[in-house]
């Protein structure tokens, strides 16, 4: 979707939008008795989202008496955030609970309710930097939900079978990635592929070239105190060498991946490496998988010997929406869903990673995640996207970063006139010399 849209437009979307939504209302949850009031929620729909919503959403449900519709989100984060604003622009009442991703505090702050009143300090158990960037003008605008970085996932029976150990570089990434792929396709497994991502043009890639980036040194495309550095040397190198990907370790079809399309290939056994979030290890352990047991979990690789493996910080919090009929009804409701009970069931039985911090030394948690105490530093240490520094300005430059990457690993454009070219976008999008 592409930003800005005319109002017009975004209006007569909105309605075309709002009907297939509505339509889209899933479920009815809760009891047939006249129940006390109806909450409707938007949560996600990559992998098992939709499930765990509606699991909670029914125990909240049967506890309070009150009935919770649930509103079917795009699985793409882009495509969801351009719902949810032409929603909230039309001040539209209609769904009362969002999931917002850890990028939007700042683009739908005008839009969404301070919950400090509602949460009795509850936040002061979640992970603070995620509790700071839901923060805007002192007002609470979203409970943490749960947390996301970019993780490695590789095949360990694969790596173990040609003697290699996880990838700790690119560079090495590429060229096991290549053996394997070539090894097994010469044994009969002809649709085996070396590594898949999500290379599709909307938010996803744009999380994944900033893992490529900023391992080889090359920062975060604006960095903290606003300056605009994604026109560098590591930047060029990165996007060269993920452009090298494209047809030689990595299908040409990647270039339309998304979470779950990335997701479909390693699952079925097809790809010997996997970027993707925490969500895909509970999928990948399920006992129909075909890759149960046999799957890995590393840090991404560095840039190089001097770069540092980088994963993006990525997360969902829930907020209420301000048009909401029954703002104090649904603070309640985002308390317990983002409550100590609902994320220890969703990181034991979906592997989503808690924002409690509590919950990382839970016994019946870490047996389930034994990645959560070994890359423990991958997740408090993740990289920011350049959100907080943009603010409402965020989408335009996201848009503009996958665009320009997505262009390089199409072969449209050579990663050299892109990034200058990108350099150009977002100068003209910030106009003066500051961001706000
Ligand atoms: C995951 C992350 C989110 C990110 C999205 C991109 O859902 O949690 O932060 O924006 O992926 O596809």
């Known amino acids: 979707m592409a930003w800005p849209q005319p109002i017009n437009t975004m209006k007569h979307q909105y309605k075309l939008l709002l009907r297939a939504a509505l339509g889209a209302i899933a479920l009815v949850l809760g009891s047939s008795v006249a129940a006390a009031a109806t909450l409707t929620i938007s949560c996600g729909s990559v992998g098992p989202d939709f499930e765990f919503c509606k699991k909670a959403a029914q125990t909240w449900s049967k506890q309070t008496g009150n009935e919770v519709k649930l509103f079917n989100a795009p699985q793409s984060s882009t495509d969801t955030l351009g719902l949810i604003r032409q929603m909230l622009s039309a001040k539209s009442a209609e769904v009362d609970v969002f999931a917002v991703d850890v990028v939007w505090p700042g683009v739908l702050a005008d839009d969404l309710v301070d919950l400090k009143p509602y949460s009795k300090g509850a936040e ?54 290549k053996q394997v792929q070539d090894g097994e396709r010469a044994a009969g497994n002809k649709g085996m592929q070396g590594f898949v991502f999500q290379g599709k043009a909307y938010e996803g890639l744009g999380c994944n070239a900033l893992e490529w980036i900023n391992s080889y040194n090359g920062g975060s495309v604006v960095e903290p105190d606003g300056k605009i550095s994604i026109n560098n040397p590591g930047a060029l190198a990165a996007l060269t060498m993920a452009h090298s990907w494209i047809g030689t370790i990595a299908p040409q079809g990647v270039l339309n991946y998304g979470e779950e399309d990335a997701r479909a290939v390693f699952q079925k056994g097809e790809a010997v490496f996997m970027r993707n979030w925490p969500y895909a290890w509970g999928l990948s352990q399920a006992k129909d998988s075909v890759i149960a047991d046999k799957v890995g979990i590393a840090p991404l690789p560095a840039g190089s010997a001097e770069g540092h493996p980088a994963a993006t910080l990525g997360g969902w919090s829930l907020a209420v929406s301000k048009y909401s009929k029954n703002p104090a009804l649904a603070a309640a409701f985002v308390m317990y869903l983002t409550s100590s009970e609902v994320q220890k069931d969703r990181s034991i039985n979906g592997s989503y990673n808690p924002t409690l911090t509590d919950l990382y030394k839970d016994p019946e948690v870490l047996i389930k995640n034994p990645f959560y105490r070994r890359l423990y530093k ?59």
């Open 378 to 436: 991958v997740f408090t240490n993740a990289v920011p996207r350049p959100a907080t520094a943009t603010g409402a300005r965020y989408p335009e430059v996201s848009n503009a970063f996958w665009h320009a990457v997505h262009d390089v690993l199409s072969g449209k454009k050579d990663a050299k006139p892109s990034l200058a070219e990108l350099e150009g976008k977002l100068k003209q999008i910030r106009r003066g010399e500051t961001w706000q």
């Open 124 to 177: 002061a158990r979640h992970f603070s930097a995620i509790v700071a960037n839901n923060t805007v003008d002192g007002k609470l605008l979203a409970m943490p939900w749960f947390a996301d970085a970019g993780l490695l996932y590789f095949r360990k029976d694969l790596l173990d079978k040609y003697g290699l150990k996880p990838p700790t570089t690119w560079a090495e990434l590429s060229e096991q990635a």
